[in-house]
């Protein structure tokens, strides 16, 4: 790969989030783990932006994050985030779980606005025959 081609990373950030991101994340974790679809909604800001394994668009998830999620975790048993790393306004949580005898992994990368509120996720997912056959079984991208 050429000097052109290569984009470095401009800043190195081993401190946490600000307080709205930490505060956030918990939120996060606390829907997730409780499966609080009906509240999830109110995490996102309004122009959020989410993009799903199964799209390569971005999703106007506003309106359809609860049932995307809701579609993501009846699929995936033993769902586990196992750890995460931080910049200044964001995670990536990485997480494993099961689909039938499969064992998937993959990251979720959310940032957080000052507010507290989610503006974007990523959700990556592998191996991607399991996103393959997700897709084929559950309307959720």
């Not at 064992?103 to 507290?116: P, R, Y």
């Amino acid at each position: 790969m050429s000097d052109s081609t290569m984009h470095p990373i401009k800043e190195t950030q081993t401190n946490p989030p600000h307080q709205a991101a930490q505060t956030g994340l918990r939120e996060w974790y606390r829907i997730i783990a409780n499966q609080d679809w009906e509240n999830i909604a109110d995490l996102f800001s309004d122009d959020v932006i989410v993009h799903s394994p199964l799209s390569t668009e971005p999703i106007d998830a506003k309106d359809n994050i609860a049932a995307i999620l809701a579609a993501r975790f009846s699929v995936i048993n033993d769902f586990r985030y196992m750890r995460q790393f931080c910049n200044h306004t964001g995670y990536v949580i990485e997480f494993s779980g099961r689909v039938g005898n499969d064992v998937i992994f993959g990251f979720d990368l959310v940032e957080f606005s000052a507010q507290g509120k989610i503006t974007s996720l990523k959700m990556i997912m592998r191996p991607s025959r399991m996103v393959v056959s997700l897709s084929a079984e559950h309307d959720w991208h």
